[in-house]
C-alpha cells in the first residue's frame, strides 16, 4: 500500500515518519525546505527572535539584578546568523527522521493530474515529470500571509512575517497592521529591539479570539512597555512619503496616519487551496480551505487533508494531531494495526499560546463563550504577583483565569473548562491544564494535585485554591 503526502511542514513530515513507522511504503513531496512554514518562516525562527529579545530586555533591566551600566553594541546580523543556525539545526534533523526505509522524499512541486495521480515539476531533472500514483494522498500543503486589499500593499517595505525574519536592519519605525497572534509576536519582539512599534487592530479588542480579560491585561502590559496599540482602527491606505511609509487609518470617523520604515501585514493566513491543483481531483473546498470530515477525509474518500489548509486552528500541533487521525483511518480501512491511542486525541482542548512579553497562553472555552452557550461557570484567578518564583524572577505581571463548571447536564460540577493565563512561561504553564482537561478533570483534582515550590506552576494551583 502506497500513501503520498504532499507537503512536509509539521503535518507532513510527522504523519510520514507515523506511517512510515506502520510499514507503509510513504512518498513525501516537498516543494521547500523540510520543515514547513512552522520550521523555516513561523514558529522557529520566531522563537529565536523570542529569545534575543528577552535577552535585551534583561540588559535594559541590568540595575534591578545589581549590575552596574552595561554599555554594548547590538549587532543585528548575530540575531539573523543564530536563527538560522536553530533553523539548520532542526531542519537536518527532520530530514534525518525522513531518512527512514519506508519513506520516498521527492524535492518538488506536486500536483494532481486526476484523483489518484501527481505529476511532480522539479529543477531537477531526475523528478521533474515524475508521476507518482497512489492508494492514498494527505494534503498538507498550508497557508500563506493574508494581504489588505488597499491601496500601498505592495509597496517596498510592506512585509509579511516571513519577510521580517529576514530583514537586514532593525527599523527605527515599525507599524503593525493586526492585533491577533503574529502582529504581537513580533511587536513584542521589535519594541525589545529598540524600534518604535504602532499597532493597528480592526476590532474592539487585541487578540480576538481570546479571553477577554487575558487580552486587555496584555494590551495594557504592552502598552507600558511602550508600544502604541490603537484599536477599532480601519487600515484605509499605505503610502510612501520620500524614505517613510504612511499608513492612514479610520478611527469613530476621524483620519489619522502613522509614519513607518516597514508596514507588517498580520491580517492572518489563507489555506493553500491553489497549489497542488486540487481541483483536478474533484476535492471541495472554499475560502476557509478544503473541506474534510472529523476523520480528516476529504469528498474524495482516499484523499485527505491535515494543517492549515484546512482552515479551523491554524498551528502546527493541531496539523499533527489531524495527522494521527487521518493515519489511523487508512491504517484501519487497509486492514492494517493502528495503536487505538488516536482515540483519545480531543481537538476540542488544544492549548495555543502568544509568545510576547509576558507570553499569554489559552486552553478551552473562554467566560464569554460560556455565557454565549448557557453553561454556567464560575472563574477563579491568581496573580503572579502573589508567586515567590515569579518576584524572584522580577515578572510580578501576570494573571491565571480557570473557567470552571457549576454544574449541568453536560458538565461535571466543578469540571476545569478553560484556562488563560498571561505572564512569564504561560506557555510552557498551560499544558499541565491541557492534561487534566484531556481527563475530564475537576478544580478539585487539580487543588490536591501536590506541585513544587516555588515554581511558576503554582499560580495555576493558587487559583484552585481560591475554589475550596
Ligand atoms: P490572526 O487571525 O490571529 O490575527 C489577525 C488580526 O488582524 C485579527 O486581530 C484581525 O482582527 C486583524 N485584522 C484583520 N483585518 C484587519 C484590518 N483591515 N485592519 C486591522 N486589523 C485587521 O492572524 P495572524 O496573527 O496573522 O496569525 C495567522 C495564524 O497563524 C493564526 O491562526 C495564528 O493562530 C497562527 N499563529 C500561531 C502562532 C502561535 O501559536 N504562537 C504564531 C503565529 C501564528
Redesign the pocket.
Given at each position: 500500500m502506497r500513501l503520498t503526502i504532499i507537503g512536509a511542514g509539521p503535518g507532513g513530515y510527522e504523519t510520514a515518519v507515523a506511517a512510515a513507522k506502520s510499514g507503509i511504503e510513504t512518498v513525501i513531496i516537498s516543494d521547500g525546505h523540510v520543515g514547513g512554514t512552522c520550521l523555516n518562516e513561523?514558529?522557529i525562527p520566531?522563537k529565536s527572535f523570542c529569545r534575543n529579545a528577552e535577552a535585551m530586555d534583561l540588559i535594559a533591566n541590568a540595575e534591578t539584578f545589581g549590575i552596574g551600566d552595561l554599555s554594548y553594541k547590538f549587532d543585528f546580523s548575530k540575531v539573523l546568523e543564530r536563527k538560522n543556525s536553530v533553523v539548520a539545526q532542526l531542519r537536518s534533523g527532520v530530514e534525518g527522521l525522513l531518512k527512514h526505509k519506508n519513506i520516498t522524499l521527492i524535492r518538488g512541486n506536486a500536483s494532481f493530474k486526476d484523483a489518484h495521480t501527481v505529476r511532480i515539476s522539479s529543477d531537477n531533472p531526475e523528478t521533474d515529470g515524475q508521476e507518482i500514483s497512489s492508494d492514498y494522498f494527505i494534503i498538507a500543503t498550508g497557508?500563506h500571509?493574508?494581504t489588505?486589499p488597499?491601496p500601498g500593499n505592495k509597496l517596498e517595505g510592506v512585509i509579511t512575517?516571513k519577510e521580517i525574519l529576514d530583514i537586514e536592519s532593525v527599523p527605527k519605525k515599525l507599524c503593525v497592521?493586526?492585533?491577533?497572534?503574529?502582529?504581537?509576536?513580533f511587536a513584542s519582539i521589535f519594541r525589545s529591539f529598540g524600534s518604535e512599534v504602532n499597532v493597528?487592530?480592526?476590532?474592539k479588542d487585541?487578540?480576538?479570539?481570546f479571553d477577554t480579560d487575558l487580552a486587555k491585561r496584555l494590551k495594557q502590559a504592552l502598552v507600558k512597555r511602550g508600544i502604541g496599540i490603537e484599536t477599532g482602527?480601519?487600515?484605509q491606505s499605505i503610502e510612501r512619503d520620500g524614505d517613510k511609509l504612511v499608513v492612514t487609518?479610520l478611527k469613530k470617523d476621524k483620519e489619522f496616519r502613522v509614519e513607518a520604515d516597514k508596514v507588517l501585514m498580520?491580517?492572518?493566513?489563507r489555506p493553500n487551496t491553489t497549489s497542488a491543483a486540487i481541483d483536478a481531483a474533484g476535492i471541495e473546498y472554499g475560502p476557509r480551505g478544503v473541506v474534510v470530515d472529523a476523520d480528516m477525509r476529504t469528498n474524495v474518500p482516499h484523499i485527505f487533508a491535515i494543517g492549515?489548509i484546512t482552515g479551523g486552528?491554524?498551528?502546527?500541533h493541531v496539523a499533527t494531531f489531524q495527522g494521527k487521525l487521518a493515519l489511523k483511518a487508512i491504517l484501519e480501512e487497509s486492514g492494517m494495526c493502528s495503536n487505538g491511542d488516536e482515540a483519545r486525541i480531543r481537538l476540542d482542548i488544544v492549548p495555543?499560546?502568544?509568545?510576547t512579553k509576558p507570553e499569554a497562553a489559552t486552553v478551552g472555552k473562554t467566560e464569554d463563550e460560556c455565557k454565549n452557550a448557557s453553561i454556567p461557570v464560575k472563574c477563579l484567578k491568581s496573580f503572579f504577583r502573589a508567586n515567590g518564583k515569579a518576584l524572584s524572577m522580577d515578572e510580578p505581571e501576570g494573571f491565571c483565569k480557570l473557567v470552571v463548571a457549576e454544574g449541568s447536564e453536560a458538565y461535571a460540577p466543578g469540571q476545569i473548562l478553560g484556562c488563560h493565563l498571561f505572564g512569564a512561561h504561560s506557555?510552557d504553564l498551560i499544558q499541565e491544564v491541557a492534561s487534566l482537561m484531556n481527563h475530564n478533570a475537576t478544580v478539585a483534582e487539580l487543588a490536591s494535585t501536590v506541585h513544587a515550590h516555588p515554581t511558576l506552576g503554582e499560580v495555576i494551583l493558587d487559583a484552585a485554591h481560591t475554589a475550596l
Open positions: 513561523g514558529c520566531t497557508s500571509s493574508a489588505l488597499i512575517s497592521i493586526g492585533a491577533g497572534v503574529i502582529g504581537l509576536e493597528l487592530e480592526y476590532c487585541i487578540l480576538p479570539r482602527a480601519q487600515v487609518y498580520a491580517v492572518g493566513r492549515d486552528m491554524m498551528l502546527a495555543a499560546a502568544v509568545f506557555a
